[in-house]
T-cell receptor, first 115, second 112 residues
Framework: DAGVTQSPTHLIKTRGQQVTLRCSPK?????VSWYQQALGQGPQFIFQ???????QRGNFPDRFSGHQFPNYSSELNVNALLLGDSALYLC??????????????FGAGSRLTVL | DQQVKQNSPSLSVQEGRISILNCDYT??????FLWYKKYPAEGPTFLIS?????DKNEDGRFTVFLNKSAKHLSLHIVPSQPGDSAVYFC???????????FGEGTQLTVNP
């Protein structure tokens, strides 16, 4: 049973560019959340998608946007990249009907470096 | 505003001894607390959790203690094993649900 898969695993961009990160949830999960983990910090909540809609959003600027597809997979888009966007981006999925976050399954993450 | 804090960036213990990892929080709306373990190049994996209506939860070698009045929780690992070496994150969730607030993490090293 495949868990949460993310792509790409690593990527390098330059300031001002745009990036798209992808996530396939664990089989049977319908809710996807995205977290940003900067070096030496804990993961920070970006937003959560359920039924193709953004259900909750953390304290991130509008440069961060997302999408969920009918097959429950999700994308995270970041526009106008800044050096401070360099981080590990984690995707997490959860089971149908769950509202509480405490059943999250995390992927291994996408490591973004902005030069 | 760091609502969940892990003040020890690292902890080193001998195999077989107890590991105690600590976590403090400030938000009174948190009602569910979790510990995640993270190995390099892997995503965080759920370890153990506790509801705010309890003060202790045990699962094998892992026990989490919650002191609501002090807004403090701790994770005890007994006995510690070299395979426990990882970064441990404390996380908390508000009553409204849907998102986790994480601490900065503690790197645990268990020496053989």
């Amino acid at each position: 049973d495949a868990g949460v898969t993310q792509s790409p695993t690593h990527l390098i961009k330059t300031r001002g560019q745009q990036v798209t990160l992808r996530c396939s949830p664990k089989s049977g999960h319908d809710t996807v959340s995205w977290y940003q983990q900067a070096l030496g910090q804990g993961p920070q909540f970006i937003f959560q998608y359920y039924e193709e809609e953004e259900r909750q959003r953390g304290n991130f600027p509008d440069r961060f946007s997302g999408h969920q597809f009918p097959n429950y997979s999700s994308e995270l888009n970041v526009n106008a990249l800044l050096l401070g966007d360099s981080a590990l981006y984690l995707c997490a999925s959860s089971s149908p009907g769950t509202v509480r976050a405490n059943v999250l399954t995390f992927g291994a993450g996408s490591r973004l470096t902005v030069l | 505003d760091q609502q969940v804090k892990q003040n020890s960036p690292s902890l080193s213990v001998q195999e077989g001894r107890i590991s105690i990892l600590n976590c403090d929080y400030t938000n009174s709306m948190f009602d569910y607390f979790l510990w995640y373990k993270k190995y390099p190049a892997e995503g965080p994996t759920f370890l153990i959790s506790i509801s705010s209506i309890k003060d202790k939860n045990e699962d094998g070698r892992f026990t989490v203690f919650l002191n609501k009045s002090a807004k403090h929780l701790s994770l005890h690992i007994v006995p510690s094993q070299p395979g426990d070496s990882a970064v441990y994150f404390c996380a908390a969730e508000e009553t409204s649900g849907s998102r986790l607030t994480f601490g900065e993490g503690t790197q645990l090293t268990v020496n053989p």
